[in-house]
Nanobody, 124 residues
Framework: QVQLVESGGGLVQAGGSLRLSCAAS????????MGWFRQAPGKEREFVAA????????NYADSVVGRFTISRDNAKNTAYLQMNSLKPEDTAVYYC?????????????????WGQGTLVTVSS
C-alpha cells in the first residue's frame, strides 16, 4: 500500500519562499510520476505541477509557471515543490499525489495515492 507524507508548509509573507516535500513508501519510486495539487478555502482542488518518474518531463499550472519548481530525488523516494515569489492567492492546502504516468495528472481520479496535505498560508 502506497503512502505519501507531505511536509514543509507554514506561514510566509508575500514574495517569500517555501519548499514542500513529499516522502513516498512506494517500491520502484522512479517508475512513477509525482505531482502536487492545492485546495484554497472555498475552492475546488486544482492541479499545480507534476514530474515524470525520471524527472525528464514536468508540467505546471499557468498560475505558477516561473515561480514554482517541481523536482525529485529518487534515491530518497521524495518529491519537492520549491515555491518562490509567493502570493496571497497561493494560500491553500497542498497535496502530493502519485500515478503511473505524468499524463494522469490531467485525470486525477486515475492517480494511485494522495498525501494528507500541508497548509501554506501567504500573508499580504
Amino acid at each position: 500500500q502506497v503512502q505519501l507524507v507531505e511536509s514543509g508548509g507554514g506561514l510566509v509573507q508575500a514574495g517569500g519562499s517555501l519548499r514542500l516535500s513529499c516522502a513516498a513508501s512506494r517500491r520502484s519510486f522512479s517508475s512513477y510520476a509525482m505531482g502536487w495539487f492545492r485546495q484554497a478555502p472555498g475552492k475546488e482542488r486544482e492541479f499545480v505541477a507534476a514530474i515524470s518518474g525520471s524527472g525528464g518531463n514536468t508540467n505546471y499550472a499557468d498560475s505558477v509557471v516561473g515561480r514554482f519548481t517541481i523536482s525529485r530525488d529518487n534515491a530518497k523516494n521524495t518529491a519537492y515543490l520549491q515555491m518562490n515569489s509567493l502570493k496571497p492567492e497561493d494560500t491553500a492546502v497542498y497535496y502530493c499525489a502519485t500515478g503511473l504516468r505524468i499524463v494522469l495528472f490531467t485525470a486525477p481520479n486515475a492517480l494511485d495515492a494522495w498525501g494528507q496535505g500541508t497548509l501554506v498560508t501567504v500573508s499580504s
